[in-house]
Each structure stands twice: as C-alpha cells, then as structure tokens.
C-alpha cells in the first residue's frame, strides 16, 4: 500500500460518461469464486446434468429480476441490456459444450462450466472488436452468477456503503451495476471497459460521471482515498489539492452555465445569421430516443439505425413488432420527417440470435453486411419494408438503404421497394405512395460514381463513419490506426465535395449523418461544402445549432474553398478549429 500515492496524482482514461465528481474511493474488490474439482461416477451424470439445468432456471430467474427492477427505474432501453445475459443462458453451444465436457472428463458441472466458459471468453477477448468483448464480459457475469448458484458461494455484491462515495472497480458487470445504490454514487471509475460497455451505458442514463480504461487504477489506489473524476476529459485526480479542487470547482460551474445558456440559445431556429436554413436531425436507435430528438428541437430524425431492433433479440423482430417501433418514432416526431435506415447487420454489429444465417468471415467490414445481406435474403428484406411502408402511413417517412457500392444493388433494393408496395396495394392495406428512398454514401466506389446513383435516388446521405474507414483503410475500431482517421484529410474533402457536387446536379438533397455532423468544429466547413442537412446523436444538437446561428453562410464557404485547396488536413483543422473556438469565446465571455 505504500507505494500508492499520497501527493496529487493524475490518470488518463477514457471519458465515458460527462460530469464531475469529488469524494472518497469505495474500492470494490471482485470476490474470487472457488471452482470445485472432483470426479462424478457414471451413473450421476444424469443428476449432475439435472443440477446444471436447475442453476441455468435458477440463474435465469435473478437476471430477470434484475431486469425488471432496472426496468422499473431506468427504463426499457437500459433492461434490454440483459437480455444479452438471458440468451447466454440459451446458447446451445455452451450448453452442449459444458455437457459434452462433463462426460469426457467425467468431472462435476462446475469445472466443466467454468472451462467452457472460459473458453469462449478467451476466444471472443482475442477478436479486437469492441462489441465482441463486451460479449465475453456479458459471459463472464453469466458464468459467475451460476457458479454462485451452484456452490452456494455469495458474489460479491455491492454492498451500498452508507456514505456518498466514487465506485472504483477492475470492472463492473451488469449485472452488478443495477445494484449501485444511487442515491450515494457519486462517481464510478473501472480500469476496463470502453465507451459502449454496458455498465457504462447505465451510468450515462443515471448522469453518474465515469472514466473507464484506467488500466490498473485499482492497484493504485486505496479504500477511501479522495479523488475527482472528470468525466468530460476522461481524467481521474487523486489526492486533489486544494487549487486543483478550486479550478475544477470553477470549471463545473461554467460547464453547467454554459450548456444551459445553449439550451436557451438552441430553442431559436437552426439558420445562420444571414438566414440561410440548416436542417439538424438526429441520429436515434429505438423508437423512444425520437422523444429525445423532439425535445431538443430536431428537424426530424435523419438516421434510424433500425440493426438494434434486432440485435439483442432471441429471434428476427416481426413485421409487427418492427411496424409498432417505426409508428412510434414517427408520431413522436409529429409533422417532422423520420428517415428509417433499411438493416445494416455485420461488421461490427453481430445479431445475438443464430437465426441470422451470419457465419464468421475473416474481412467482415468487406464481407456479407447490410444491402448485401437484404439482398440475398429478401424474406428478411421484404419484411422490413412492409413495415416501413405501414409506417409511412402515420406521417412523413422516408427509408434510406446503406452499403450502397453500384447502381445495381440500388436498383435491386428499389424493385425490391416496389414488391413490397405491390404486396400491400394488393392486401389494401394503407401506406405513402410517393415515399421518398435515399441512398446513404459510405463506400468509395459510391462516392466516385455518386452521378450514376442520383436518378434512382431521392436524396444521399453520406456515413462520414464508413465512408472515412474505406477511404482511408482505416478501422474504425481500433485505436492502433485512430491517428490515421482524419475527416480533414484532402482525399476526404475533395470526396464529400465530389458527392455533394453529384447531388446539386442531380437536383436532390444531400445530408451527412456521421459523427462529422455532430462535431460543432466541422459543421462550418460541411455547410460550407453545401451540405443541406446534419443528422447527428441529440445531445450534441444544442451545441451545433449555437455553431449554425452564429455564423455566416459567407464564412463557411470560405472555410471549404480554404480546406479543398489546402494540402495539409491539420492545417485545415487548425483553421477549424480557431473559427469555432472564436464562436466559443464569445458565449464564455457573455455567460460565465
Ligand atoms: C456511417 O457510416 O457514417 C453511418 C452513419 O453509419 P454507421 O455508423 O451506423 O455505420
Ligand atoms: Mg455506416
């Protein structure tokens, strides 16, 4: 313990979710679980697989109890995260495996489970893929929870301390973190996770501040140490001094009368000083984040990733189910348009349930994914655009289709369009005849031929997510390459000009629904470029509309003919990045 530091020390993590945070460490240590080794005779094989199936119903009843509560208190989006858990508890390959492991070592359910397991943790933590590993700490919570019902062995449970305190931890799952008493969780810091991990999710819906990846904070640290955590710049402080205290004190106050003051700001109309109109839209996942849009003043949803209706599902949403999802995006919005992406599966979003007909590929980023996959299963495809077609009925909604590469797949998925309107003519049954079908330009071969897509197109989207990735030969994901991302890049700009350029010509809209549209320090330079629309995540939309109302139109065409003759993407940032912070100044000195 000595060797932990009593004087201000400073980490870097990931900042996960924002805030700021000062009080004493609780430091949660992981219980080590026992795992029980011995041999079973023969004929209690079939008792021991009896007991197994008892801890699977067992284990399966307090991970719905725990969904329910977390239901309960935080909503359907955060319960729908165990899920996950559930259907670890049906995989028949760990089943069968744990049971075909038994009767050839002849060895109790314990370690035949725990090795399984283990196993197939080590095997997905192999995969340098984000959402995999999230999928092996989903394992690793299962296999614990029925370890301890089978031995009888009490995880370790977060025990609420009495007191506010900041939870520091190597990790917590899921599980564990739909115990966290709130009412005194100040702050929450692990030396795992990502962005996208589960508890961290949790932690954001709770506006708890978190800072994951400190890597081996824990060994750091000790029980009721003080510490700040920022969760806006991923930095955890321990042992603050009293002018580190007060300049974070500071710091969080201005923070807060910052974003309120652009809340205020961003009630007003998304146009330029000089009146030229913007439309901002959001980016939403599930039906219930379009009430989140509409609060925050969207123009419309501009992107529905439809791929999480059916991810953590045991089998393939119904034409109903989806139907209901996209009806009820859509009356949220009310008069505003909602933009419906057609399944985008693959790559880095793997459905949960096998019913997918997905096999593992070794280039899955190239591989069998979203239009590819629709257009060799068309029950599947077909399905979708019923509901969406049903959907069009209720207000103004338009389908996008992604991974467009060649006019060839676009007319195939329009003909596909087409039956399906076909289909429900024939039934009766009510939808939008002049519904609008767009094209989402995220491949290069789409963007270089944007002119041969325009006549079957009603508008382009561009995924700046993608399109940067294969233009670059950039991994979106990994964070070896993340230096070699750059949205500035002359390649990358000369690109979105060419697309841009390809739409005005063909007289059709053009958007940008990549993260791009949501970093205020680009929105200058897209609008500049003659981006009509932005389509970005809600809570970034306040601080983008600031952007649009407090410059000119003038200004943001300087900004691209600027950046499409400069050769260097870091000087075209620098140039960026002064514009916004010019804009940034000028609300910090009339607010704070
Ligand atoms: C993109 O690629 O920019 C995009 C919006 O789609 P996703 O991030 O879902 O791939
Ligand atoms: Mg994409």
């Given at each position: 313990?000595?060797?932990?530091?009593?004087?201000?020390?400073?980490?870097?993590?990931?900042?996960?979710?924002?805030?700021?945070?000062?009080?004493?460490?609780?430091?949660?240590?992981?219980?080590?679980?026992?795992?029980?080794?011995?041999?079973?005779?023969?004929?209690?094989?079939?008792?021991?697989?009896?007991?197994?199936?008892?801890?699977?119903?067992?284990?399966?009843?307090?991970?719905?109890?725990?969904?329910?509560?977390?239901?309960?208190?935080?909503?359907?989006?955060?319960?729908?995260?165990?899920?996950?858990?559930?259907?670890?508890?049906?995989?028949?390959?760990l089943i069968g495996e744990s049971i075909r492991e038994m009767e050839s070592t002849q060895e109790n359910v314990e370690a035949a489970v725990w090795t399984v397991g283990n196993r197939f943790i080590e095997a997905l933590e192999r995969i340098?893929?984000?959402?995999?590993?999230?999928?092996?700490?989903?394992?690793?919570?299962?296999?614990?929870?029925?370890?301890?019902?089978?031995?009888?062995?009490?995880?370790?449970?977060?025990?609420?301390?009495?007191?506010?305190?900041?939870?520091?931890?190597?990790?917590?799952?899921?599980?564990?973190?739909?115990?966290?008493?709130?009412?005194?969780?100040?702050?929450?810091?692990?030396?795992?996770?990502?962005?996208?991990?589960?508890?961290?999710?949790?932690?954001?819906?709770?506006?708890?501040?978190?800072?994951?990846?400190?890597?081996?904070?824990?060994?750091?640290?000790?029980?009721?140490?003080?510490?700040?955590?920022?969760?806006?710049?991923?930095?955890?402080?321990?042992?603050?001094?009293?002018?580190?205290?007060?300049?974070?004190?500071?710091?969080?106050?201005?923070?807060?009368?910052?974003?309120?003051?652009?809340?205020?700001?961003?009630?007003?109309?998304?146009?330029?000083?000089?009146?030229?109109?913007?439309?901002?839209?959001?980016?939403?996942?599930?039906?219930?984040?379009?009430?989140?849009?509409?609060?925050?003043?969207?123009?419309?949803?501009?992107?529905?990733?439809?791929?999480?209706?059916?991810?953590?599902?045991?089998?393939?949403?119904?034409?109903?189910?989806?139907?209901?999802?996209?009806?009820?995006?859509?009356?949220?919005?009310?008069?505003?348009?909602?933009?419906?992406?057609?399944?985008?599966?693959?790559?880095?979003?793997?459905?949960?349930?096998?019913?997918?007909?997905?096999?593992?590929?070794?280039?899955?980023?190239?591989?069998?994914?979203?239009?590819?996959?629709?257009?060799?299963?068309?029950?599947?495809?077909?399905?979708?655009?019923?509901?969406?077609?049903?959907?069009?009925?209720?207000?103004?909604?338009?389908?996008?289709?992604?991974?467009?590469?060649?006019?060839?797949?676009?007319?195939?998925?329009?003909?596909?369009?087409?039956?399906?309107?076909?289909?429900?003519?024939?039934?009766?049954?009510?939808?939008?005849?002049?519904?609008?079908?767009?094209?989402?330009?995220?491949?290069?071969?789409?963007?270089?031929?944007?002119?041969?897509?325009?006549?079957?197109?009603?508008?382009?989207?561009?995924?700046?997510?993608?399109?940067?990735?294969?233009?670059?030969?950039?991994?979106?994901?990994?964070?070896?390459?993340?230096?070699?991302?750059?949205?500035?890049?002359?390649?990358?700009?000369?690109?979105?000009?060419?697309?841009?350029?390809?739409?005005?010509?063909?007289?059709?809209?053009?958007?940008?629904?990549?993260?791009?549209?949501?970093?205020?320090?680009?929105?200058?330079?897209?609008?500049?470029?003659?981006?009509?629309?932005?389509?970005?995540?809600?809570?970034?939309?306040?601080?983008?509309?600031?952007?649009?109302?407090?410059?000119?139109?003038?200004?943001?065409?300087?900004?691209?003919?600027?950046?499409?003759?400069?050769?260097?993407?870091?000087?075209?940032?620098?140039?960026?990045?002064?514009?916004?912070?010019?804009?940034?100044?000028?609300?910090?000195?009339?607010t704070v």
């Amino acid at each position: 313990m000595d060797s932990k530091p009593s004087e201000e020390h400073q980490y870097i993590g990931i900042a996960a979710s924002p805030g700021i945070a000062h009080g004493a460490v609780y430091l949660l240590q992981e219980k080590k679980l026992s795992v029980p080794k011995y041999k079973i005779e023969k004929d209690r094989m079939p008792a021991e697989v009896a007991r197994f199936e008892n801890a699977l119903i067992e284990t399966r009843k307090q991970i719905q109890k725990i969904q329910e509560a977390i239901r309960e208190s935080l909503g359907e989006d955060e319960a729908r995260i165990f899920d996950a858990h559930l259907l670890v508890l049906e995989d028949n390959a760990l089943i069968g495996e744990s049971i075909r492991e038994m009767e050839s070592t002849q060895e109790n359910v314990e370690a035949a489970v725990w090795t399984v397991g283990n196993r197939f943790i080590e095997a997905l933590e192999r995969i340098h893929d984000e959402y995999l590993r999230e999928r092996a700490s989903d394992i690793r919570d299962v296999l614990r929870r029925l370890l301890s019902n089978l031995t009888g062995q009490a995880l370790s449970g977060i025990e609420s301390p009495k007191e506010k305190h900041v939870l520091v931890a190597h990790d917590i799952a899921p599980s564990e973190s739909a115990c966290v008493d709130n009412a005194h969780l100040l702050g929450l810091v692990t030396d795992a996770g990502s962005k996208t991990s589960h508890t961290v999710i949790v932690a954001r819906s709770m506006n708890i501040p978190a800072v994951v990846g400190l890597g081996d904070f824990t060994k750091k640290v000790n029980h009721k140490d003080i510490v700040l955590v920022d969760g806006f710049e991923g930095i955890v402080i321990v042992n603050p001094t009293k002018d580190t205290l007060y300049r974070y004190g500071k710091l969080k106050d201005e923070r807060a009368s910052i974003k309120e003051r652009m809340l205020a700001l961003s009630k007003g109309a998304s146009q330029t000083q000089d009146g030229y109109q913007v439309k901002l839209m959001a980016n939403i996942e599930s039906a219930e984040e379009a009430k989140k849009a509409f609060e925050v003043g969207a123009d419309g949803v501009g992107l529905f990733r439809t791929e999480f209706l059916f991810m953590n599902t045991k089998s393939l949403p119904t034409e109903d189910e989806q139907y209901l999802a996209y009806r009820t995006s859509v009356e949220a919005m009310g008069d505003l348009p909602v933009v419906i992406r057609t399944l985008d599966l693959g790559g880095d979003k793997v459905p949960a349930s096998s019913e997918y007909d997905m096999v593992d590929e070794a280039n899955p980023f190239l591989g069998y994914r979203a239009i590819r996959y629709c257009l060799g299963h068309t029950d599947v495809f077909i399905l979708q655009l019923r509901a969406i077609l049903r959907a069009s009925a209720h207000g103004d909604v338009r389908i996008m289709y992604p991974m467009i590469s060649s006019a060839f797949e676009l007319k195939e998925a329009n003909e596909l369009l087409e039956q399906a309107k076909a289909e429900l003519r024939e039934e009766g049954v009510a939808f939008n005849e002049n519904l609008q079908s767009g094209t989402m330009i995220e491949i290069p071969s789409a963007a270089i031929a944007s002119d041969t897509l325009v006549k079957e197109s009603s508008f382009f989207s561009i995924g700046t997510n993608d399109l940067i990735q294969y233009l670059m030969a950039v991994d979106r994901l990994n964070d070896r390459v993340a230096h070699l991302y750059e949205p500035t890049n002359p390649a990358v700009l000369r690109t979105l000009d060419m697309i841009v350029k390809a739409a005005k010509a063909g007289n059709i809209g053009v958007s940008v629904c990549g993260e791009m549209a949501g970093d205020p320090v680009m929105v200058p330079l897209l609008i500049g470029l003659g981006v009509d629309t932005l389509s970005m995540s809600p809570g970034v939309l306040p601080n983008v509309k600031f952007v649009v109302q407090n410059m000119k139109i003038g200004e943001a065409r300087d900004l691209a003919k600027m950046a499409l003759a400069e050769t260097d993407g870091t000087k075209v940032l620098e140039r960026l990045l002064e514009f916004y912070g010019s804009r940034m100044a000028a609300l910090y000195e009339e607010t704070v």
